[in-house]
């Protein structure tokens, strides 16, 4: 997936020009792209295991939700940013269990 990134009282957007973030991957190269950032600006990088996970309805998380949560989160640092995505996941998936690893990195830029 992706990075969701969120600068300061904006939408959150995908930075499109990207490779495998979170993997392994012995023959990948990467590519470099600098984007100006704020103080403040929140980065998610989450695995397929996060979009991909199922509610008992067999709808997935994805990508909107994702946007959603960070849309929503007053988290101004990233362990609380973390804290509400735990809590939205185990909302939506309920008592079904991931089929997938479940990793989610976040951070909060400070002092750019």
């Known amino acids: 997936e992706q990075p969701f990134i969120q600068e300061p009282e ?9 490779d495998l973030l979170l993997g392994v991957d012995e ?13 403040g600006t929140r980065i998610v990088l989450v695995s397929d295991g996060v979009t991909e996970m199922f509610d008992p309805e067999e709808n997935q998380f994805g990508v909107e939700r994702v946007s959603r949560v960070m849309e929503t989160s007053s988290a101004i640092d990233a362990r609380q940013l973390v804290d509400d995505f735990s809590e939205a996941l ?6 079904r269990p991931p089929f997938d690893d479940t990793t989610l990195l976040a951070t909060v830029l400070t002092d750019v």
């Open 10 to 18: 904006k939408a959150v957007y995908r930075l499109e020009a990207s």
């Open 27 to 39: 023959d990948m190269t990467f590519s470099e792209e600098t984007i100006p950032v704020a103080s």
């Open 90 to 95: 185990a909302k939506f998936r309920q008592s």
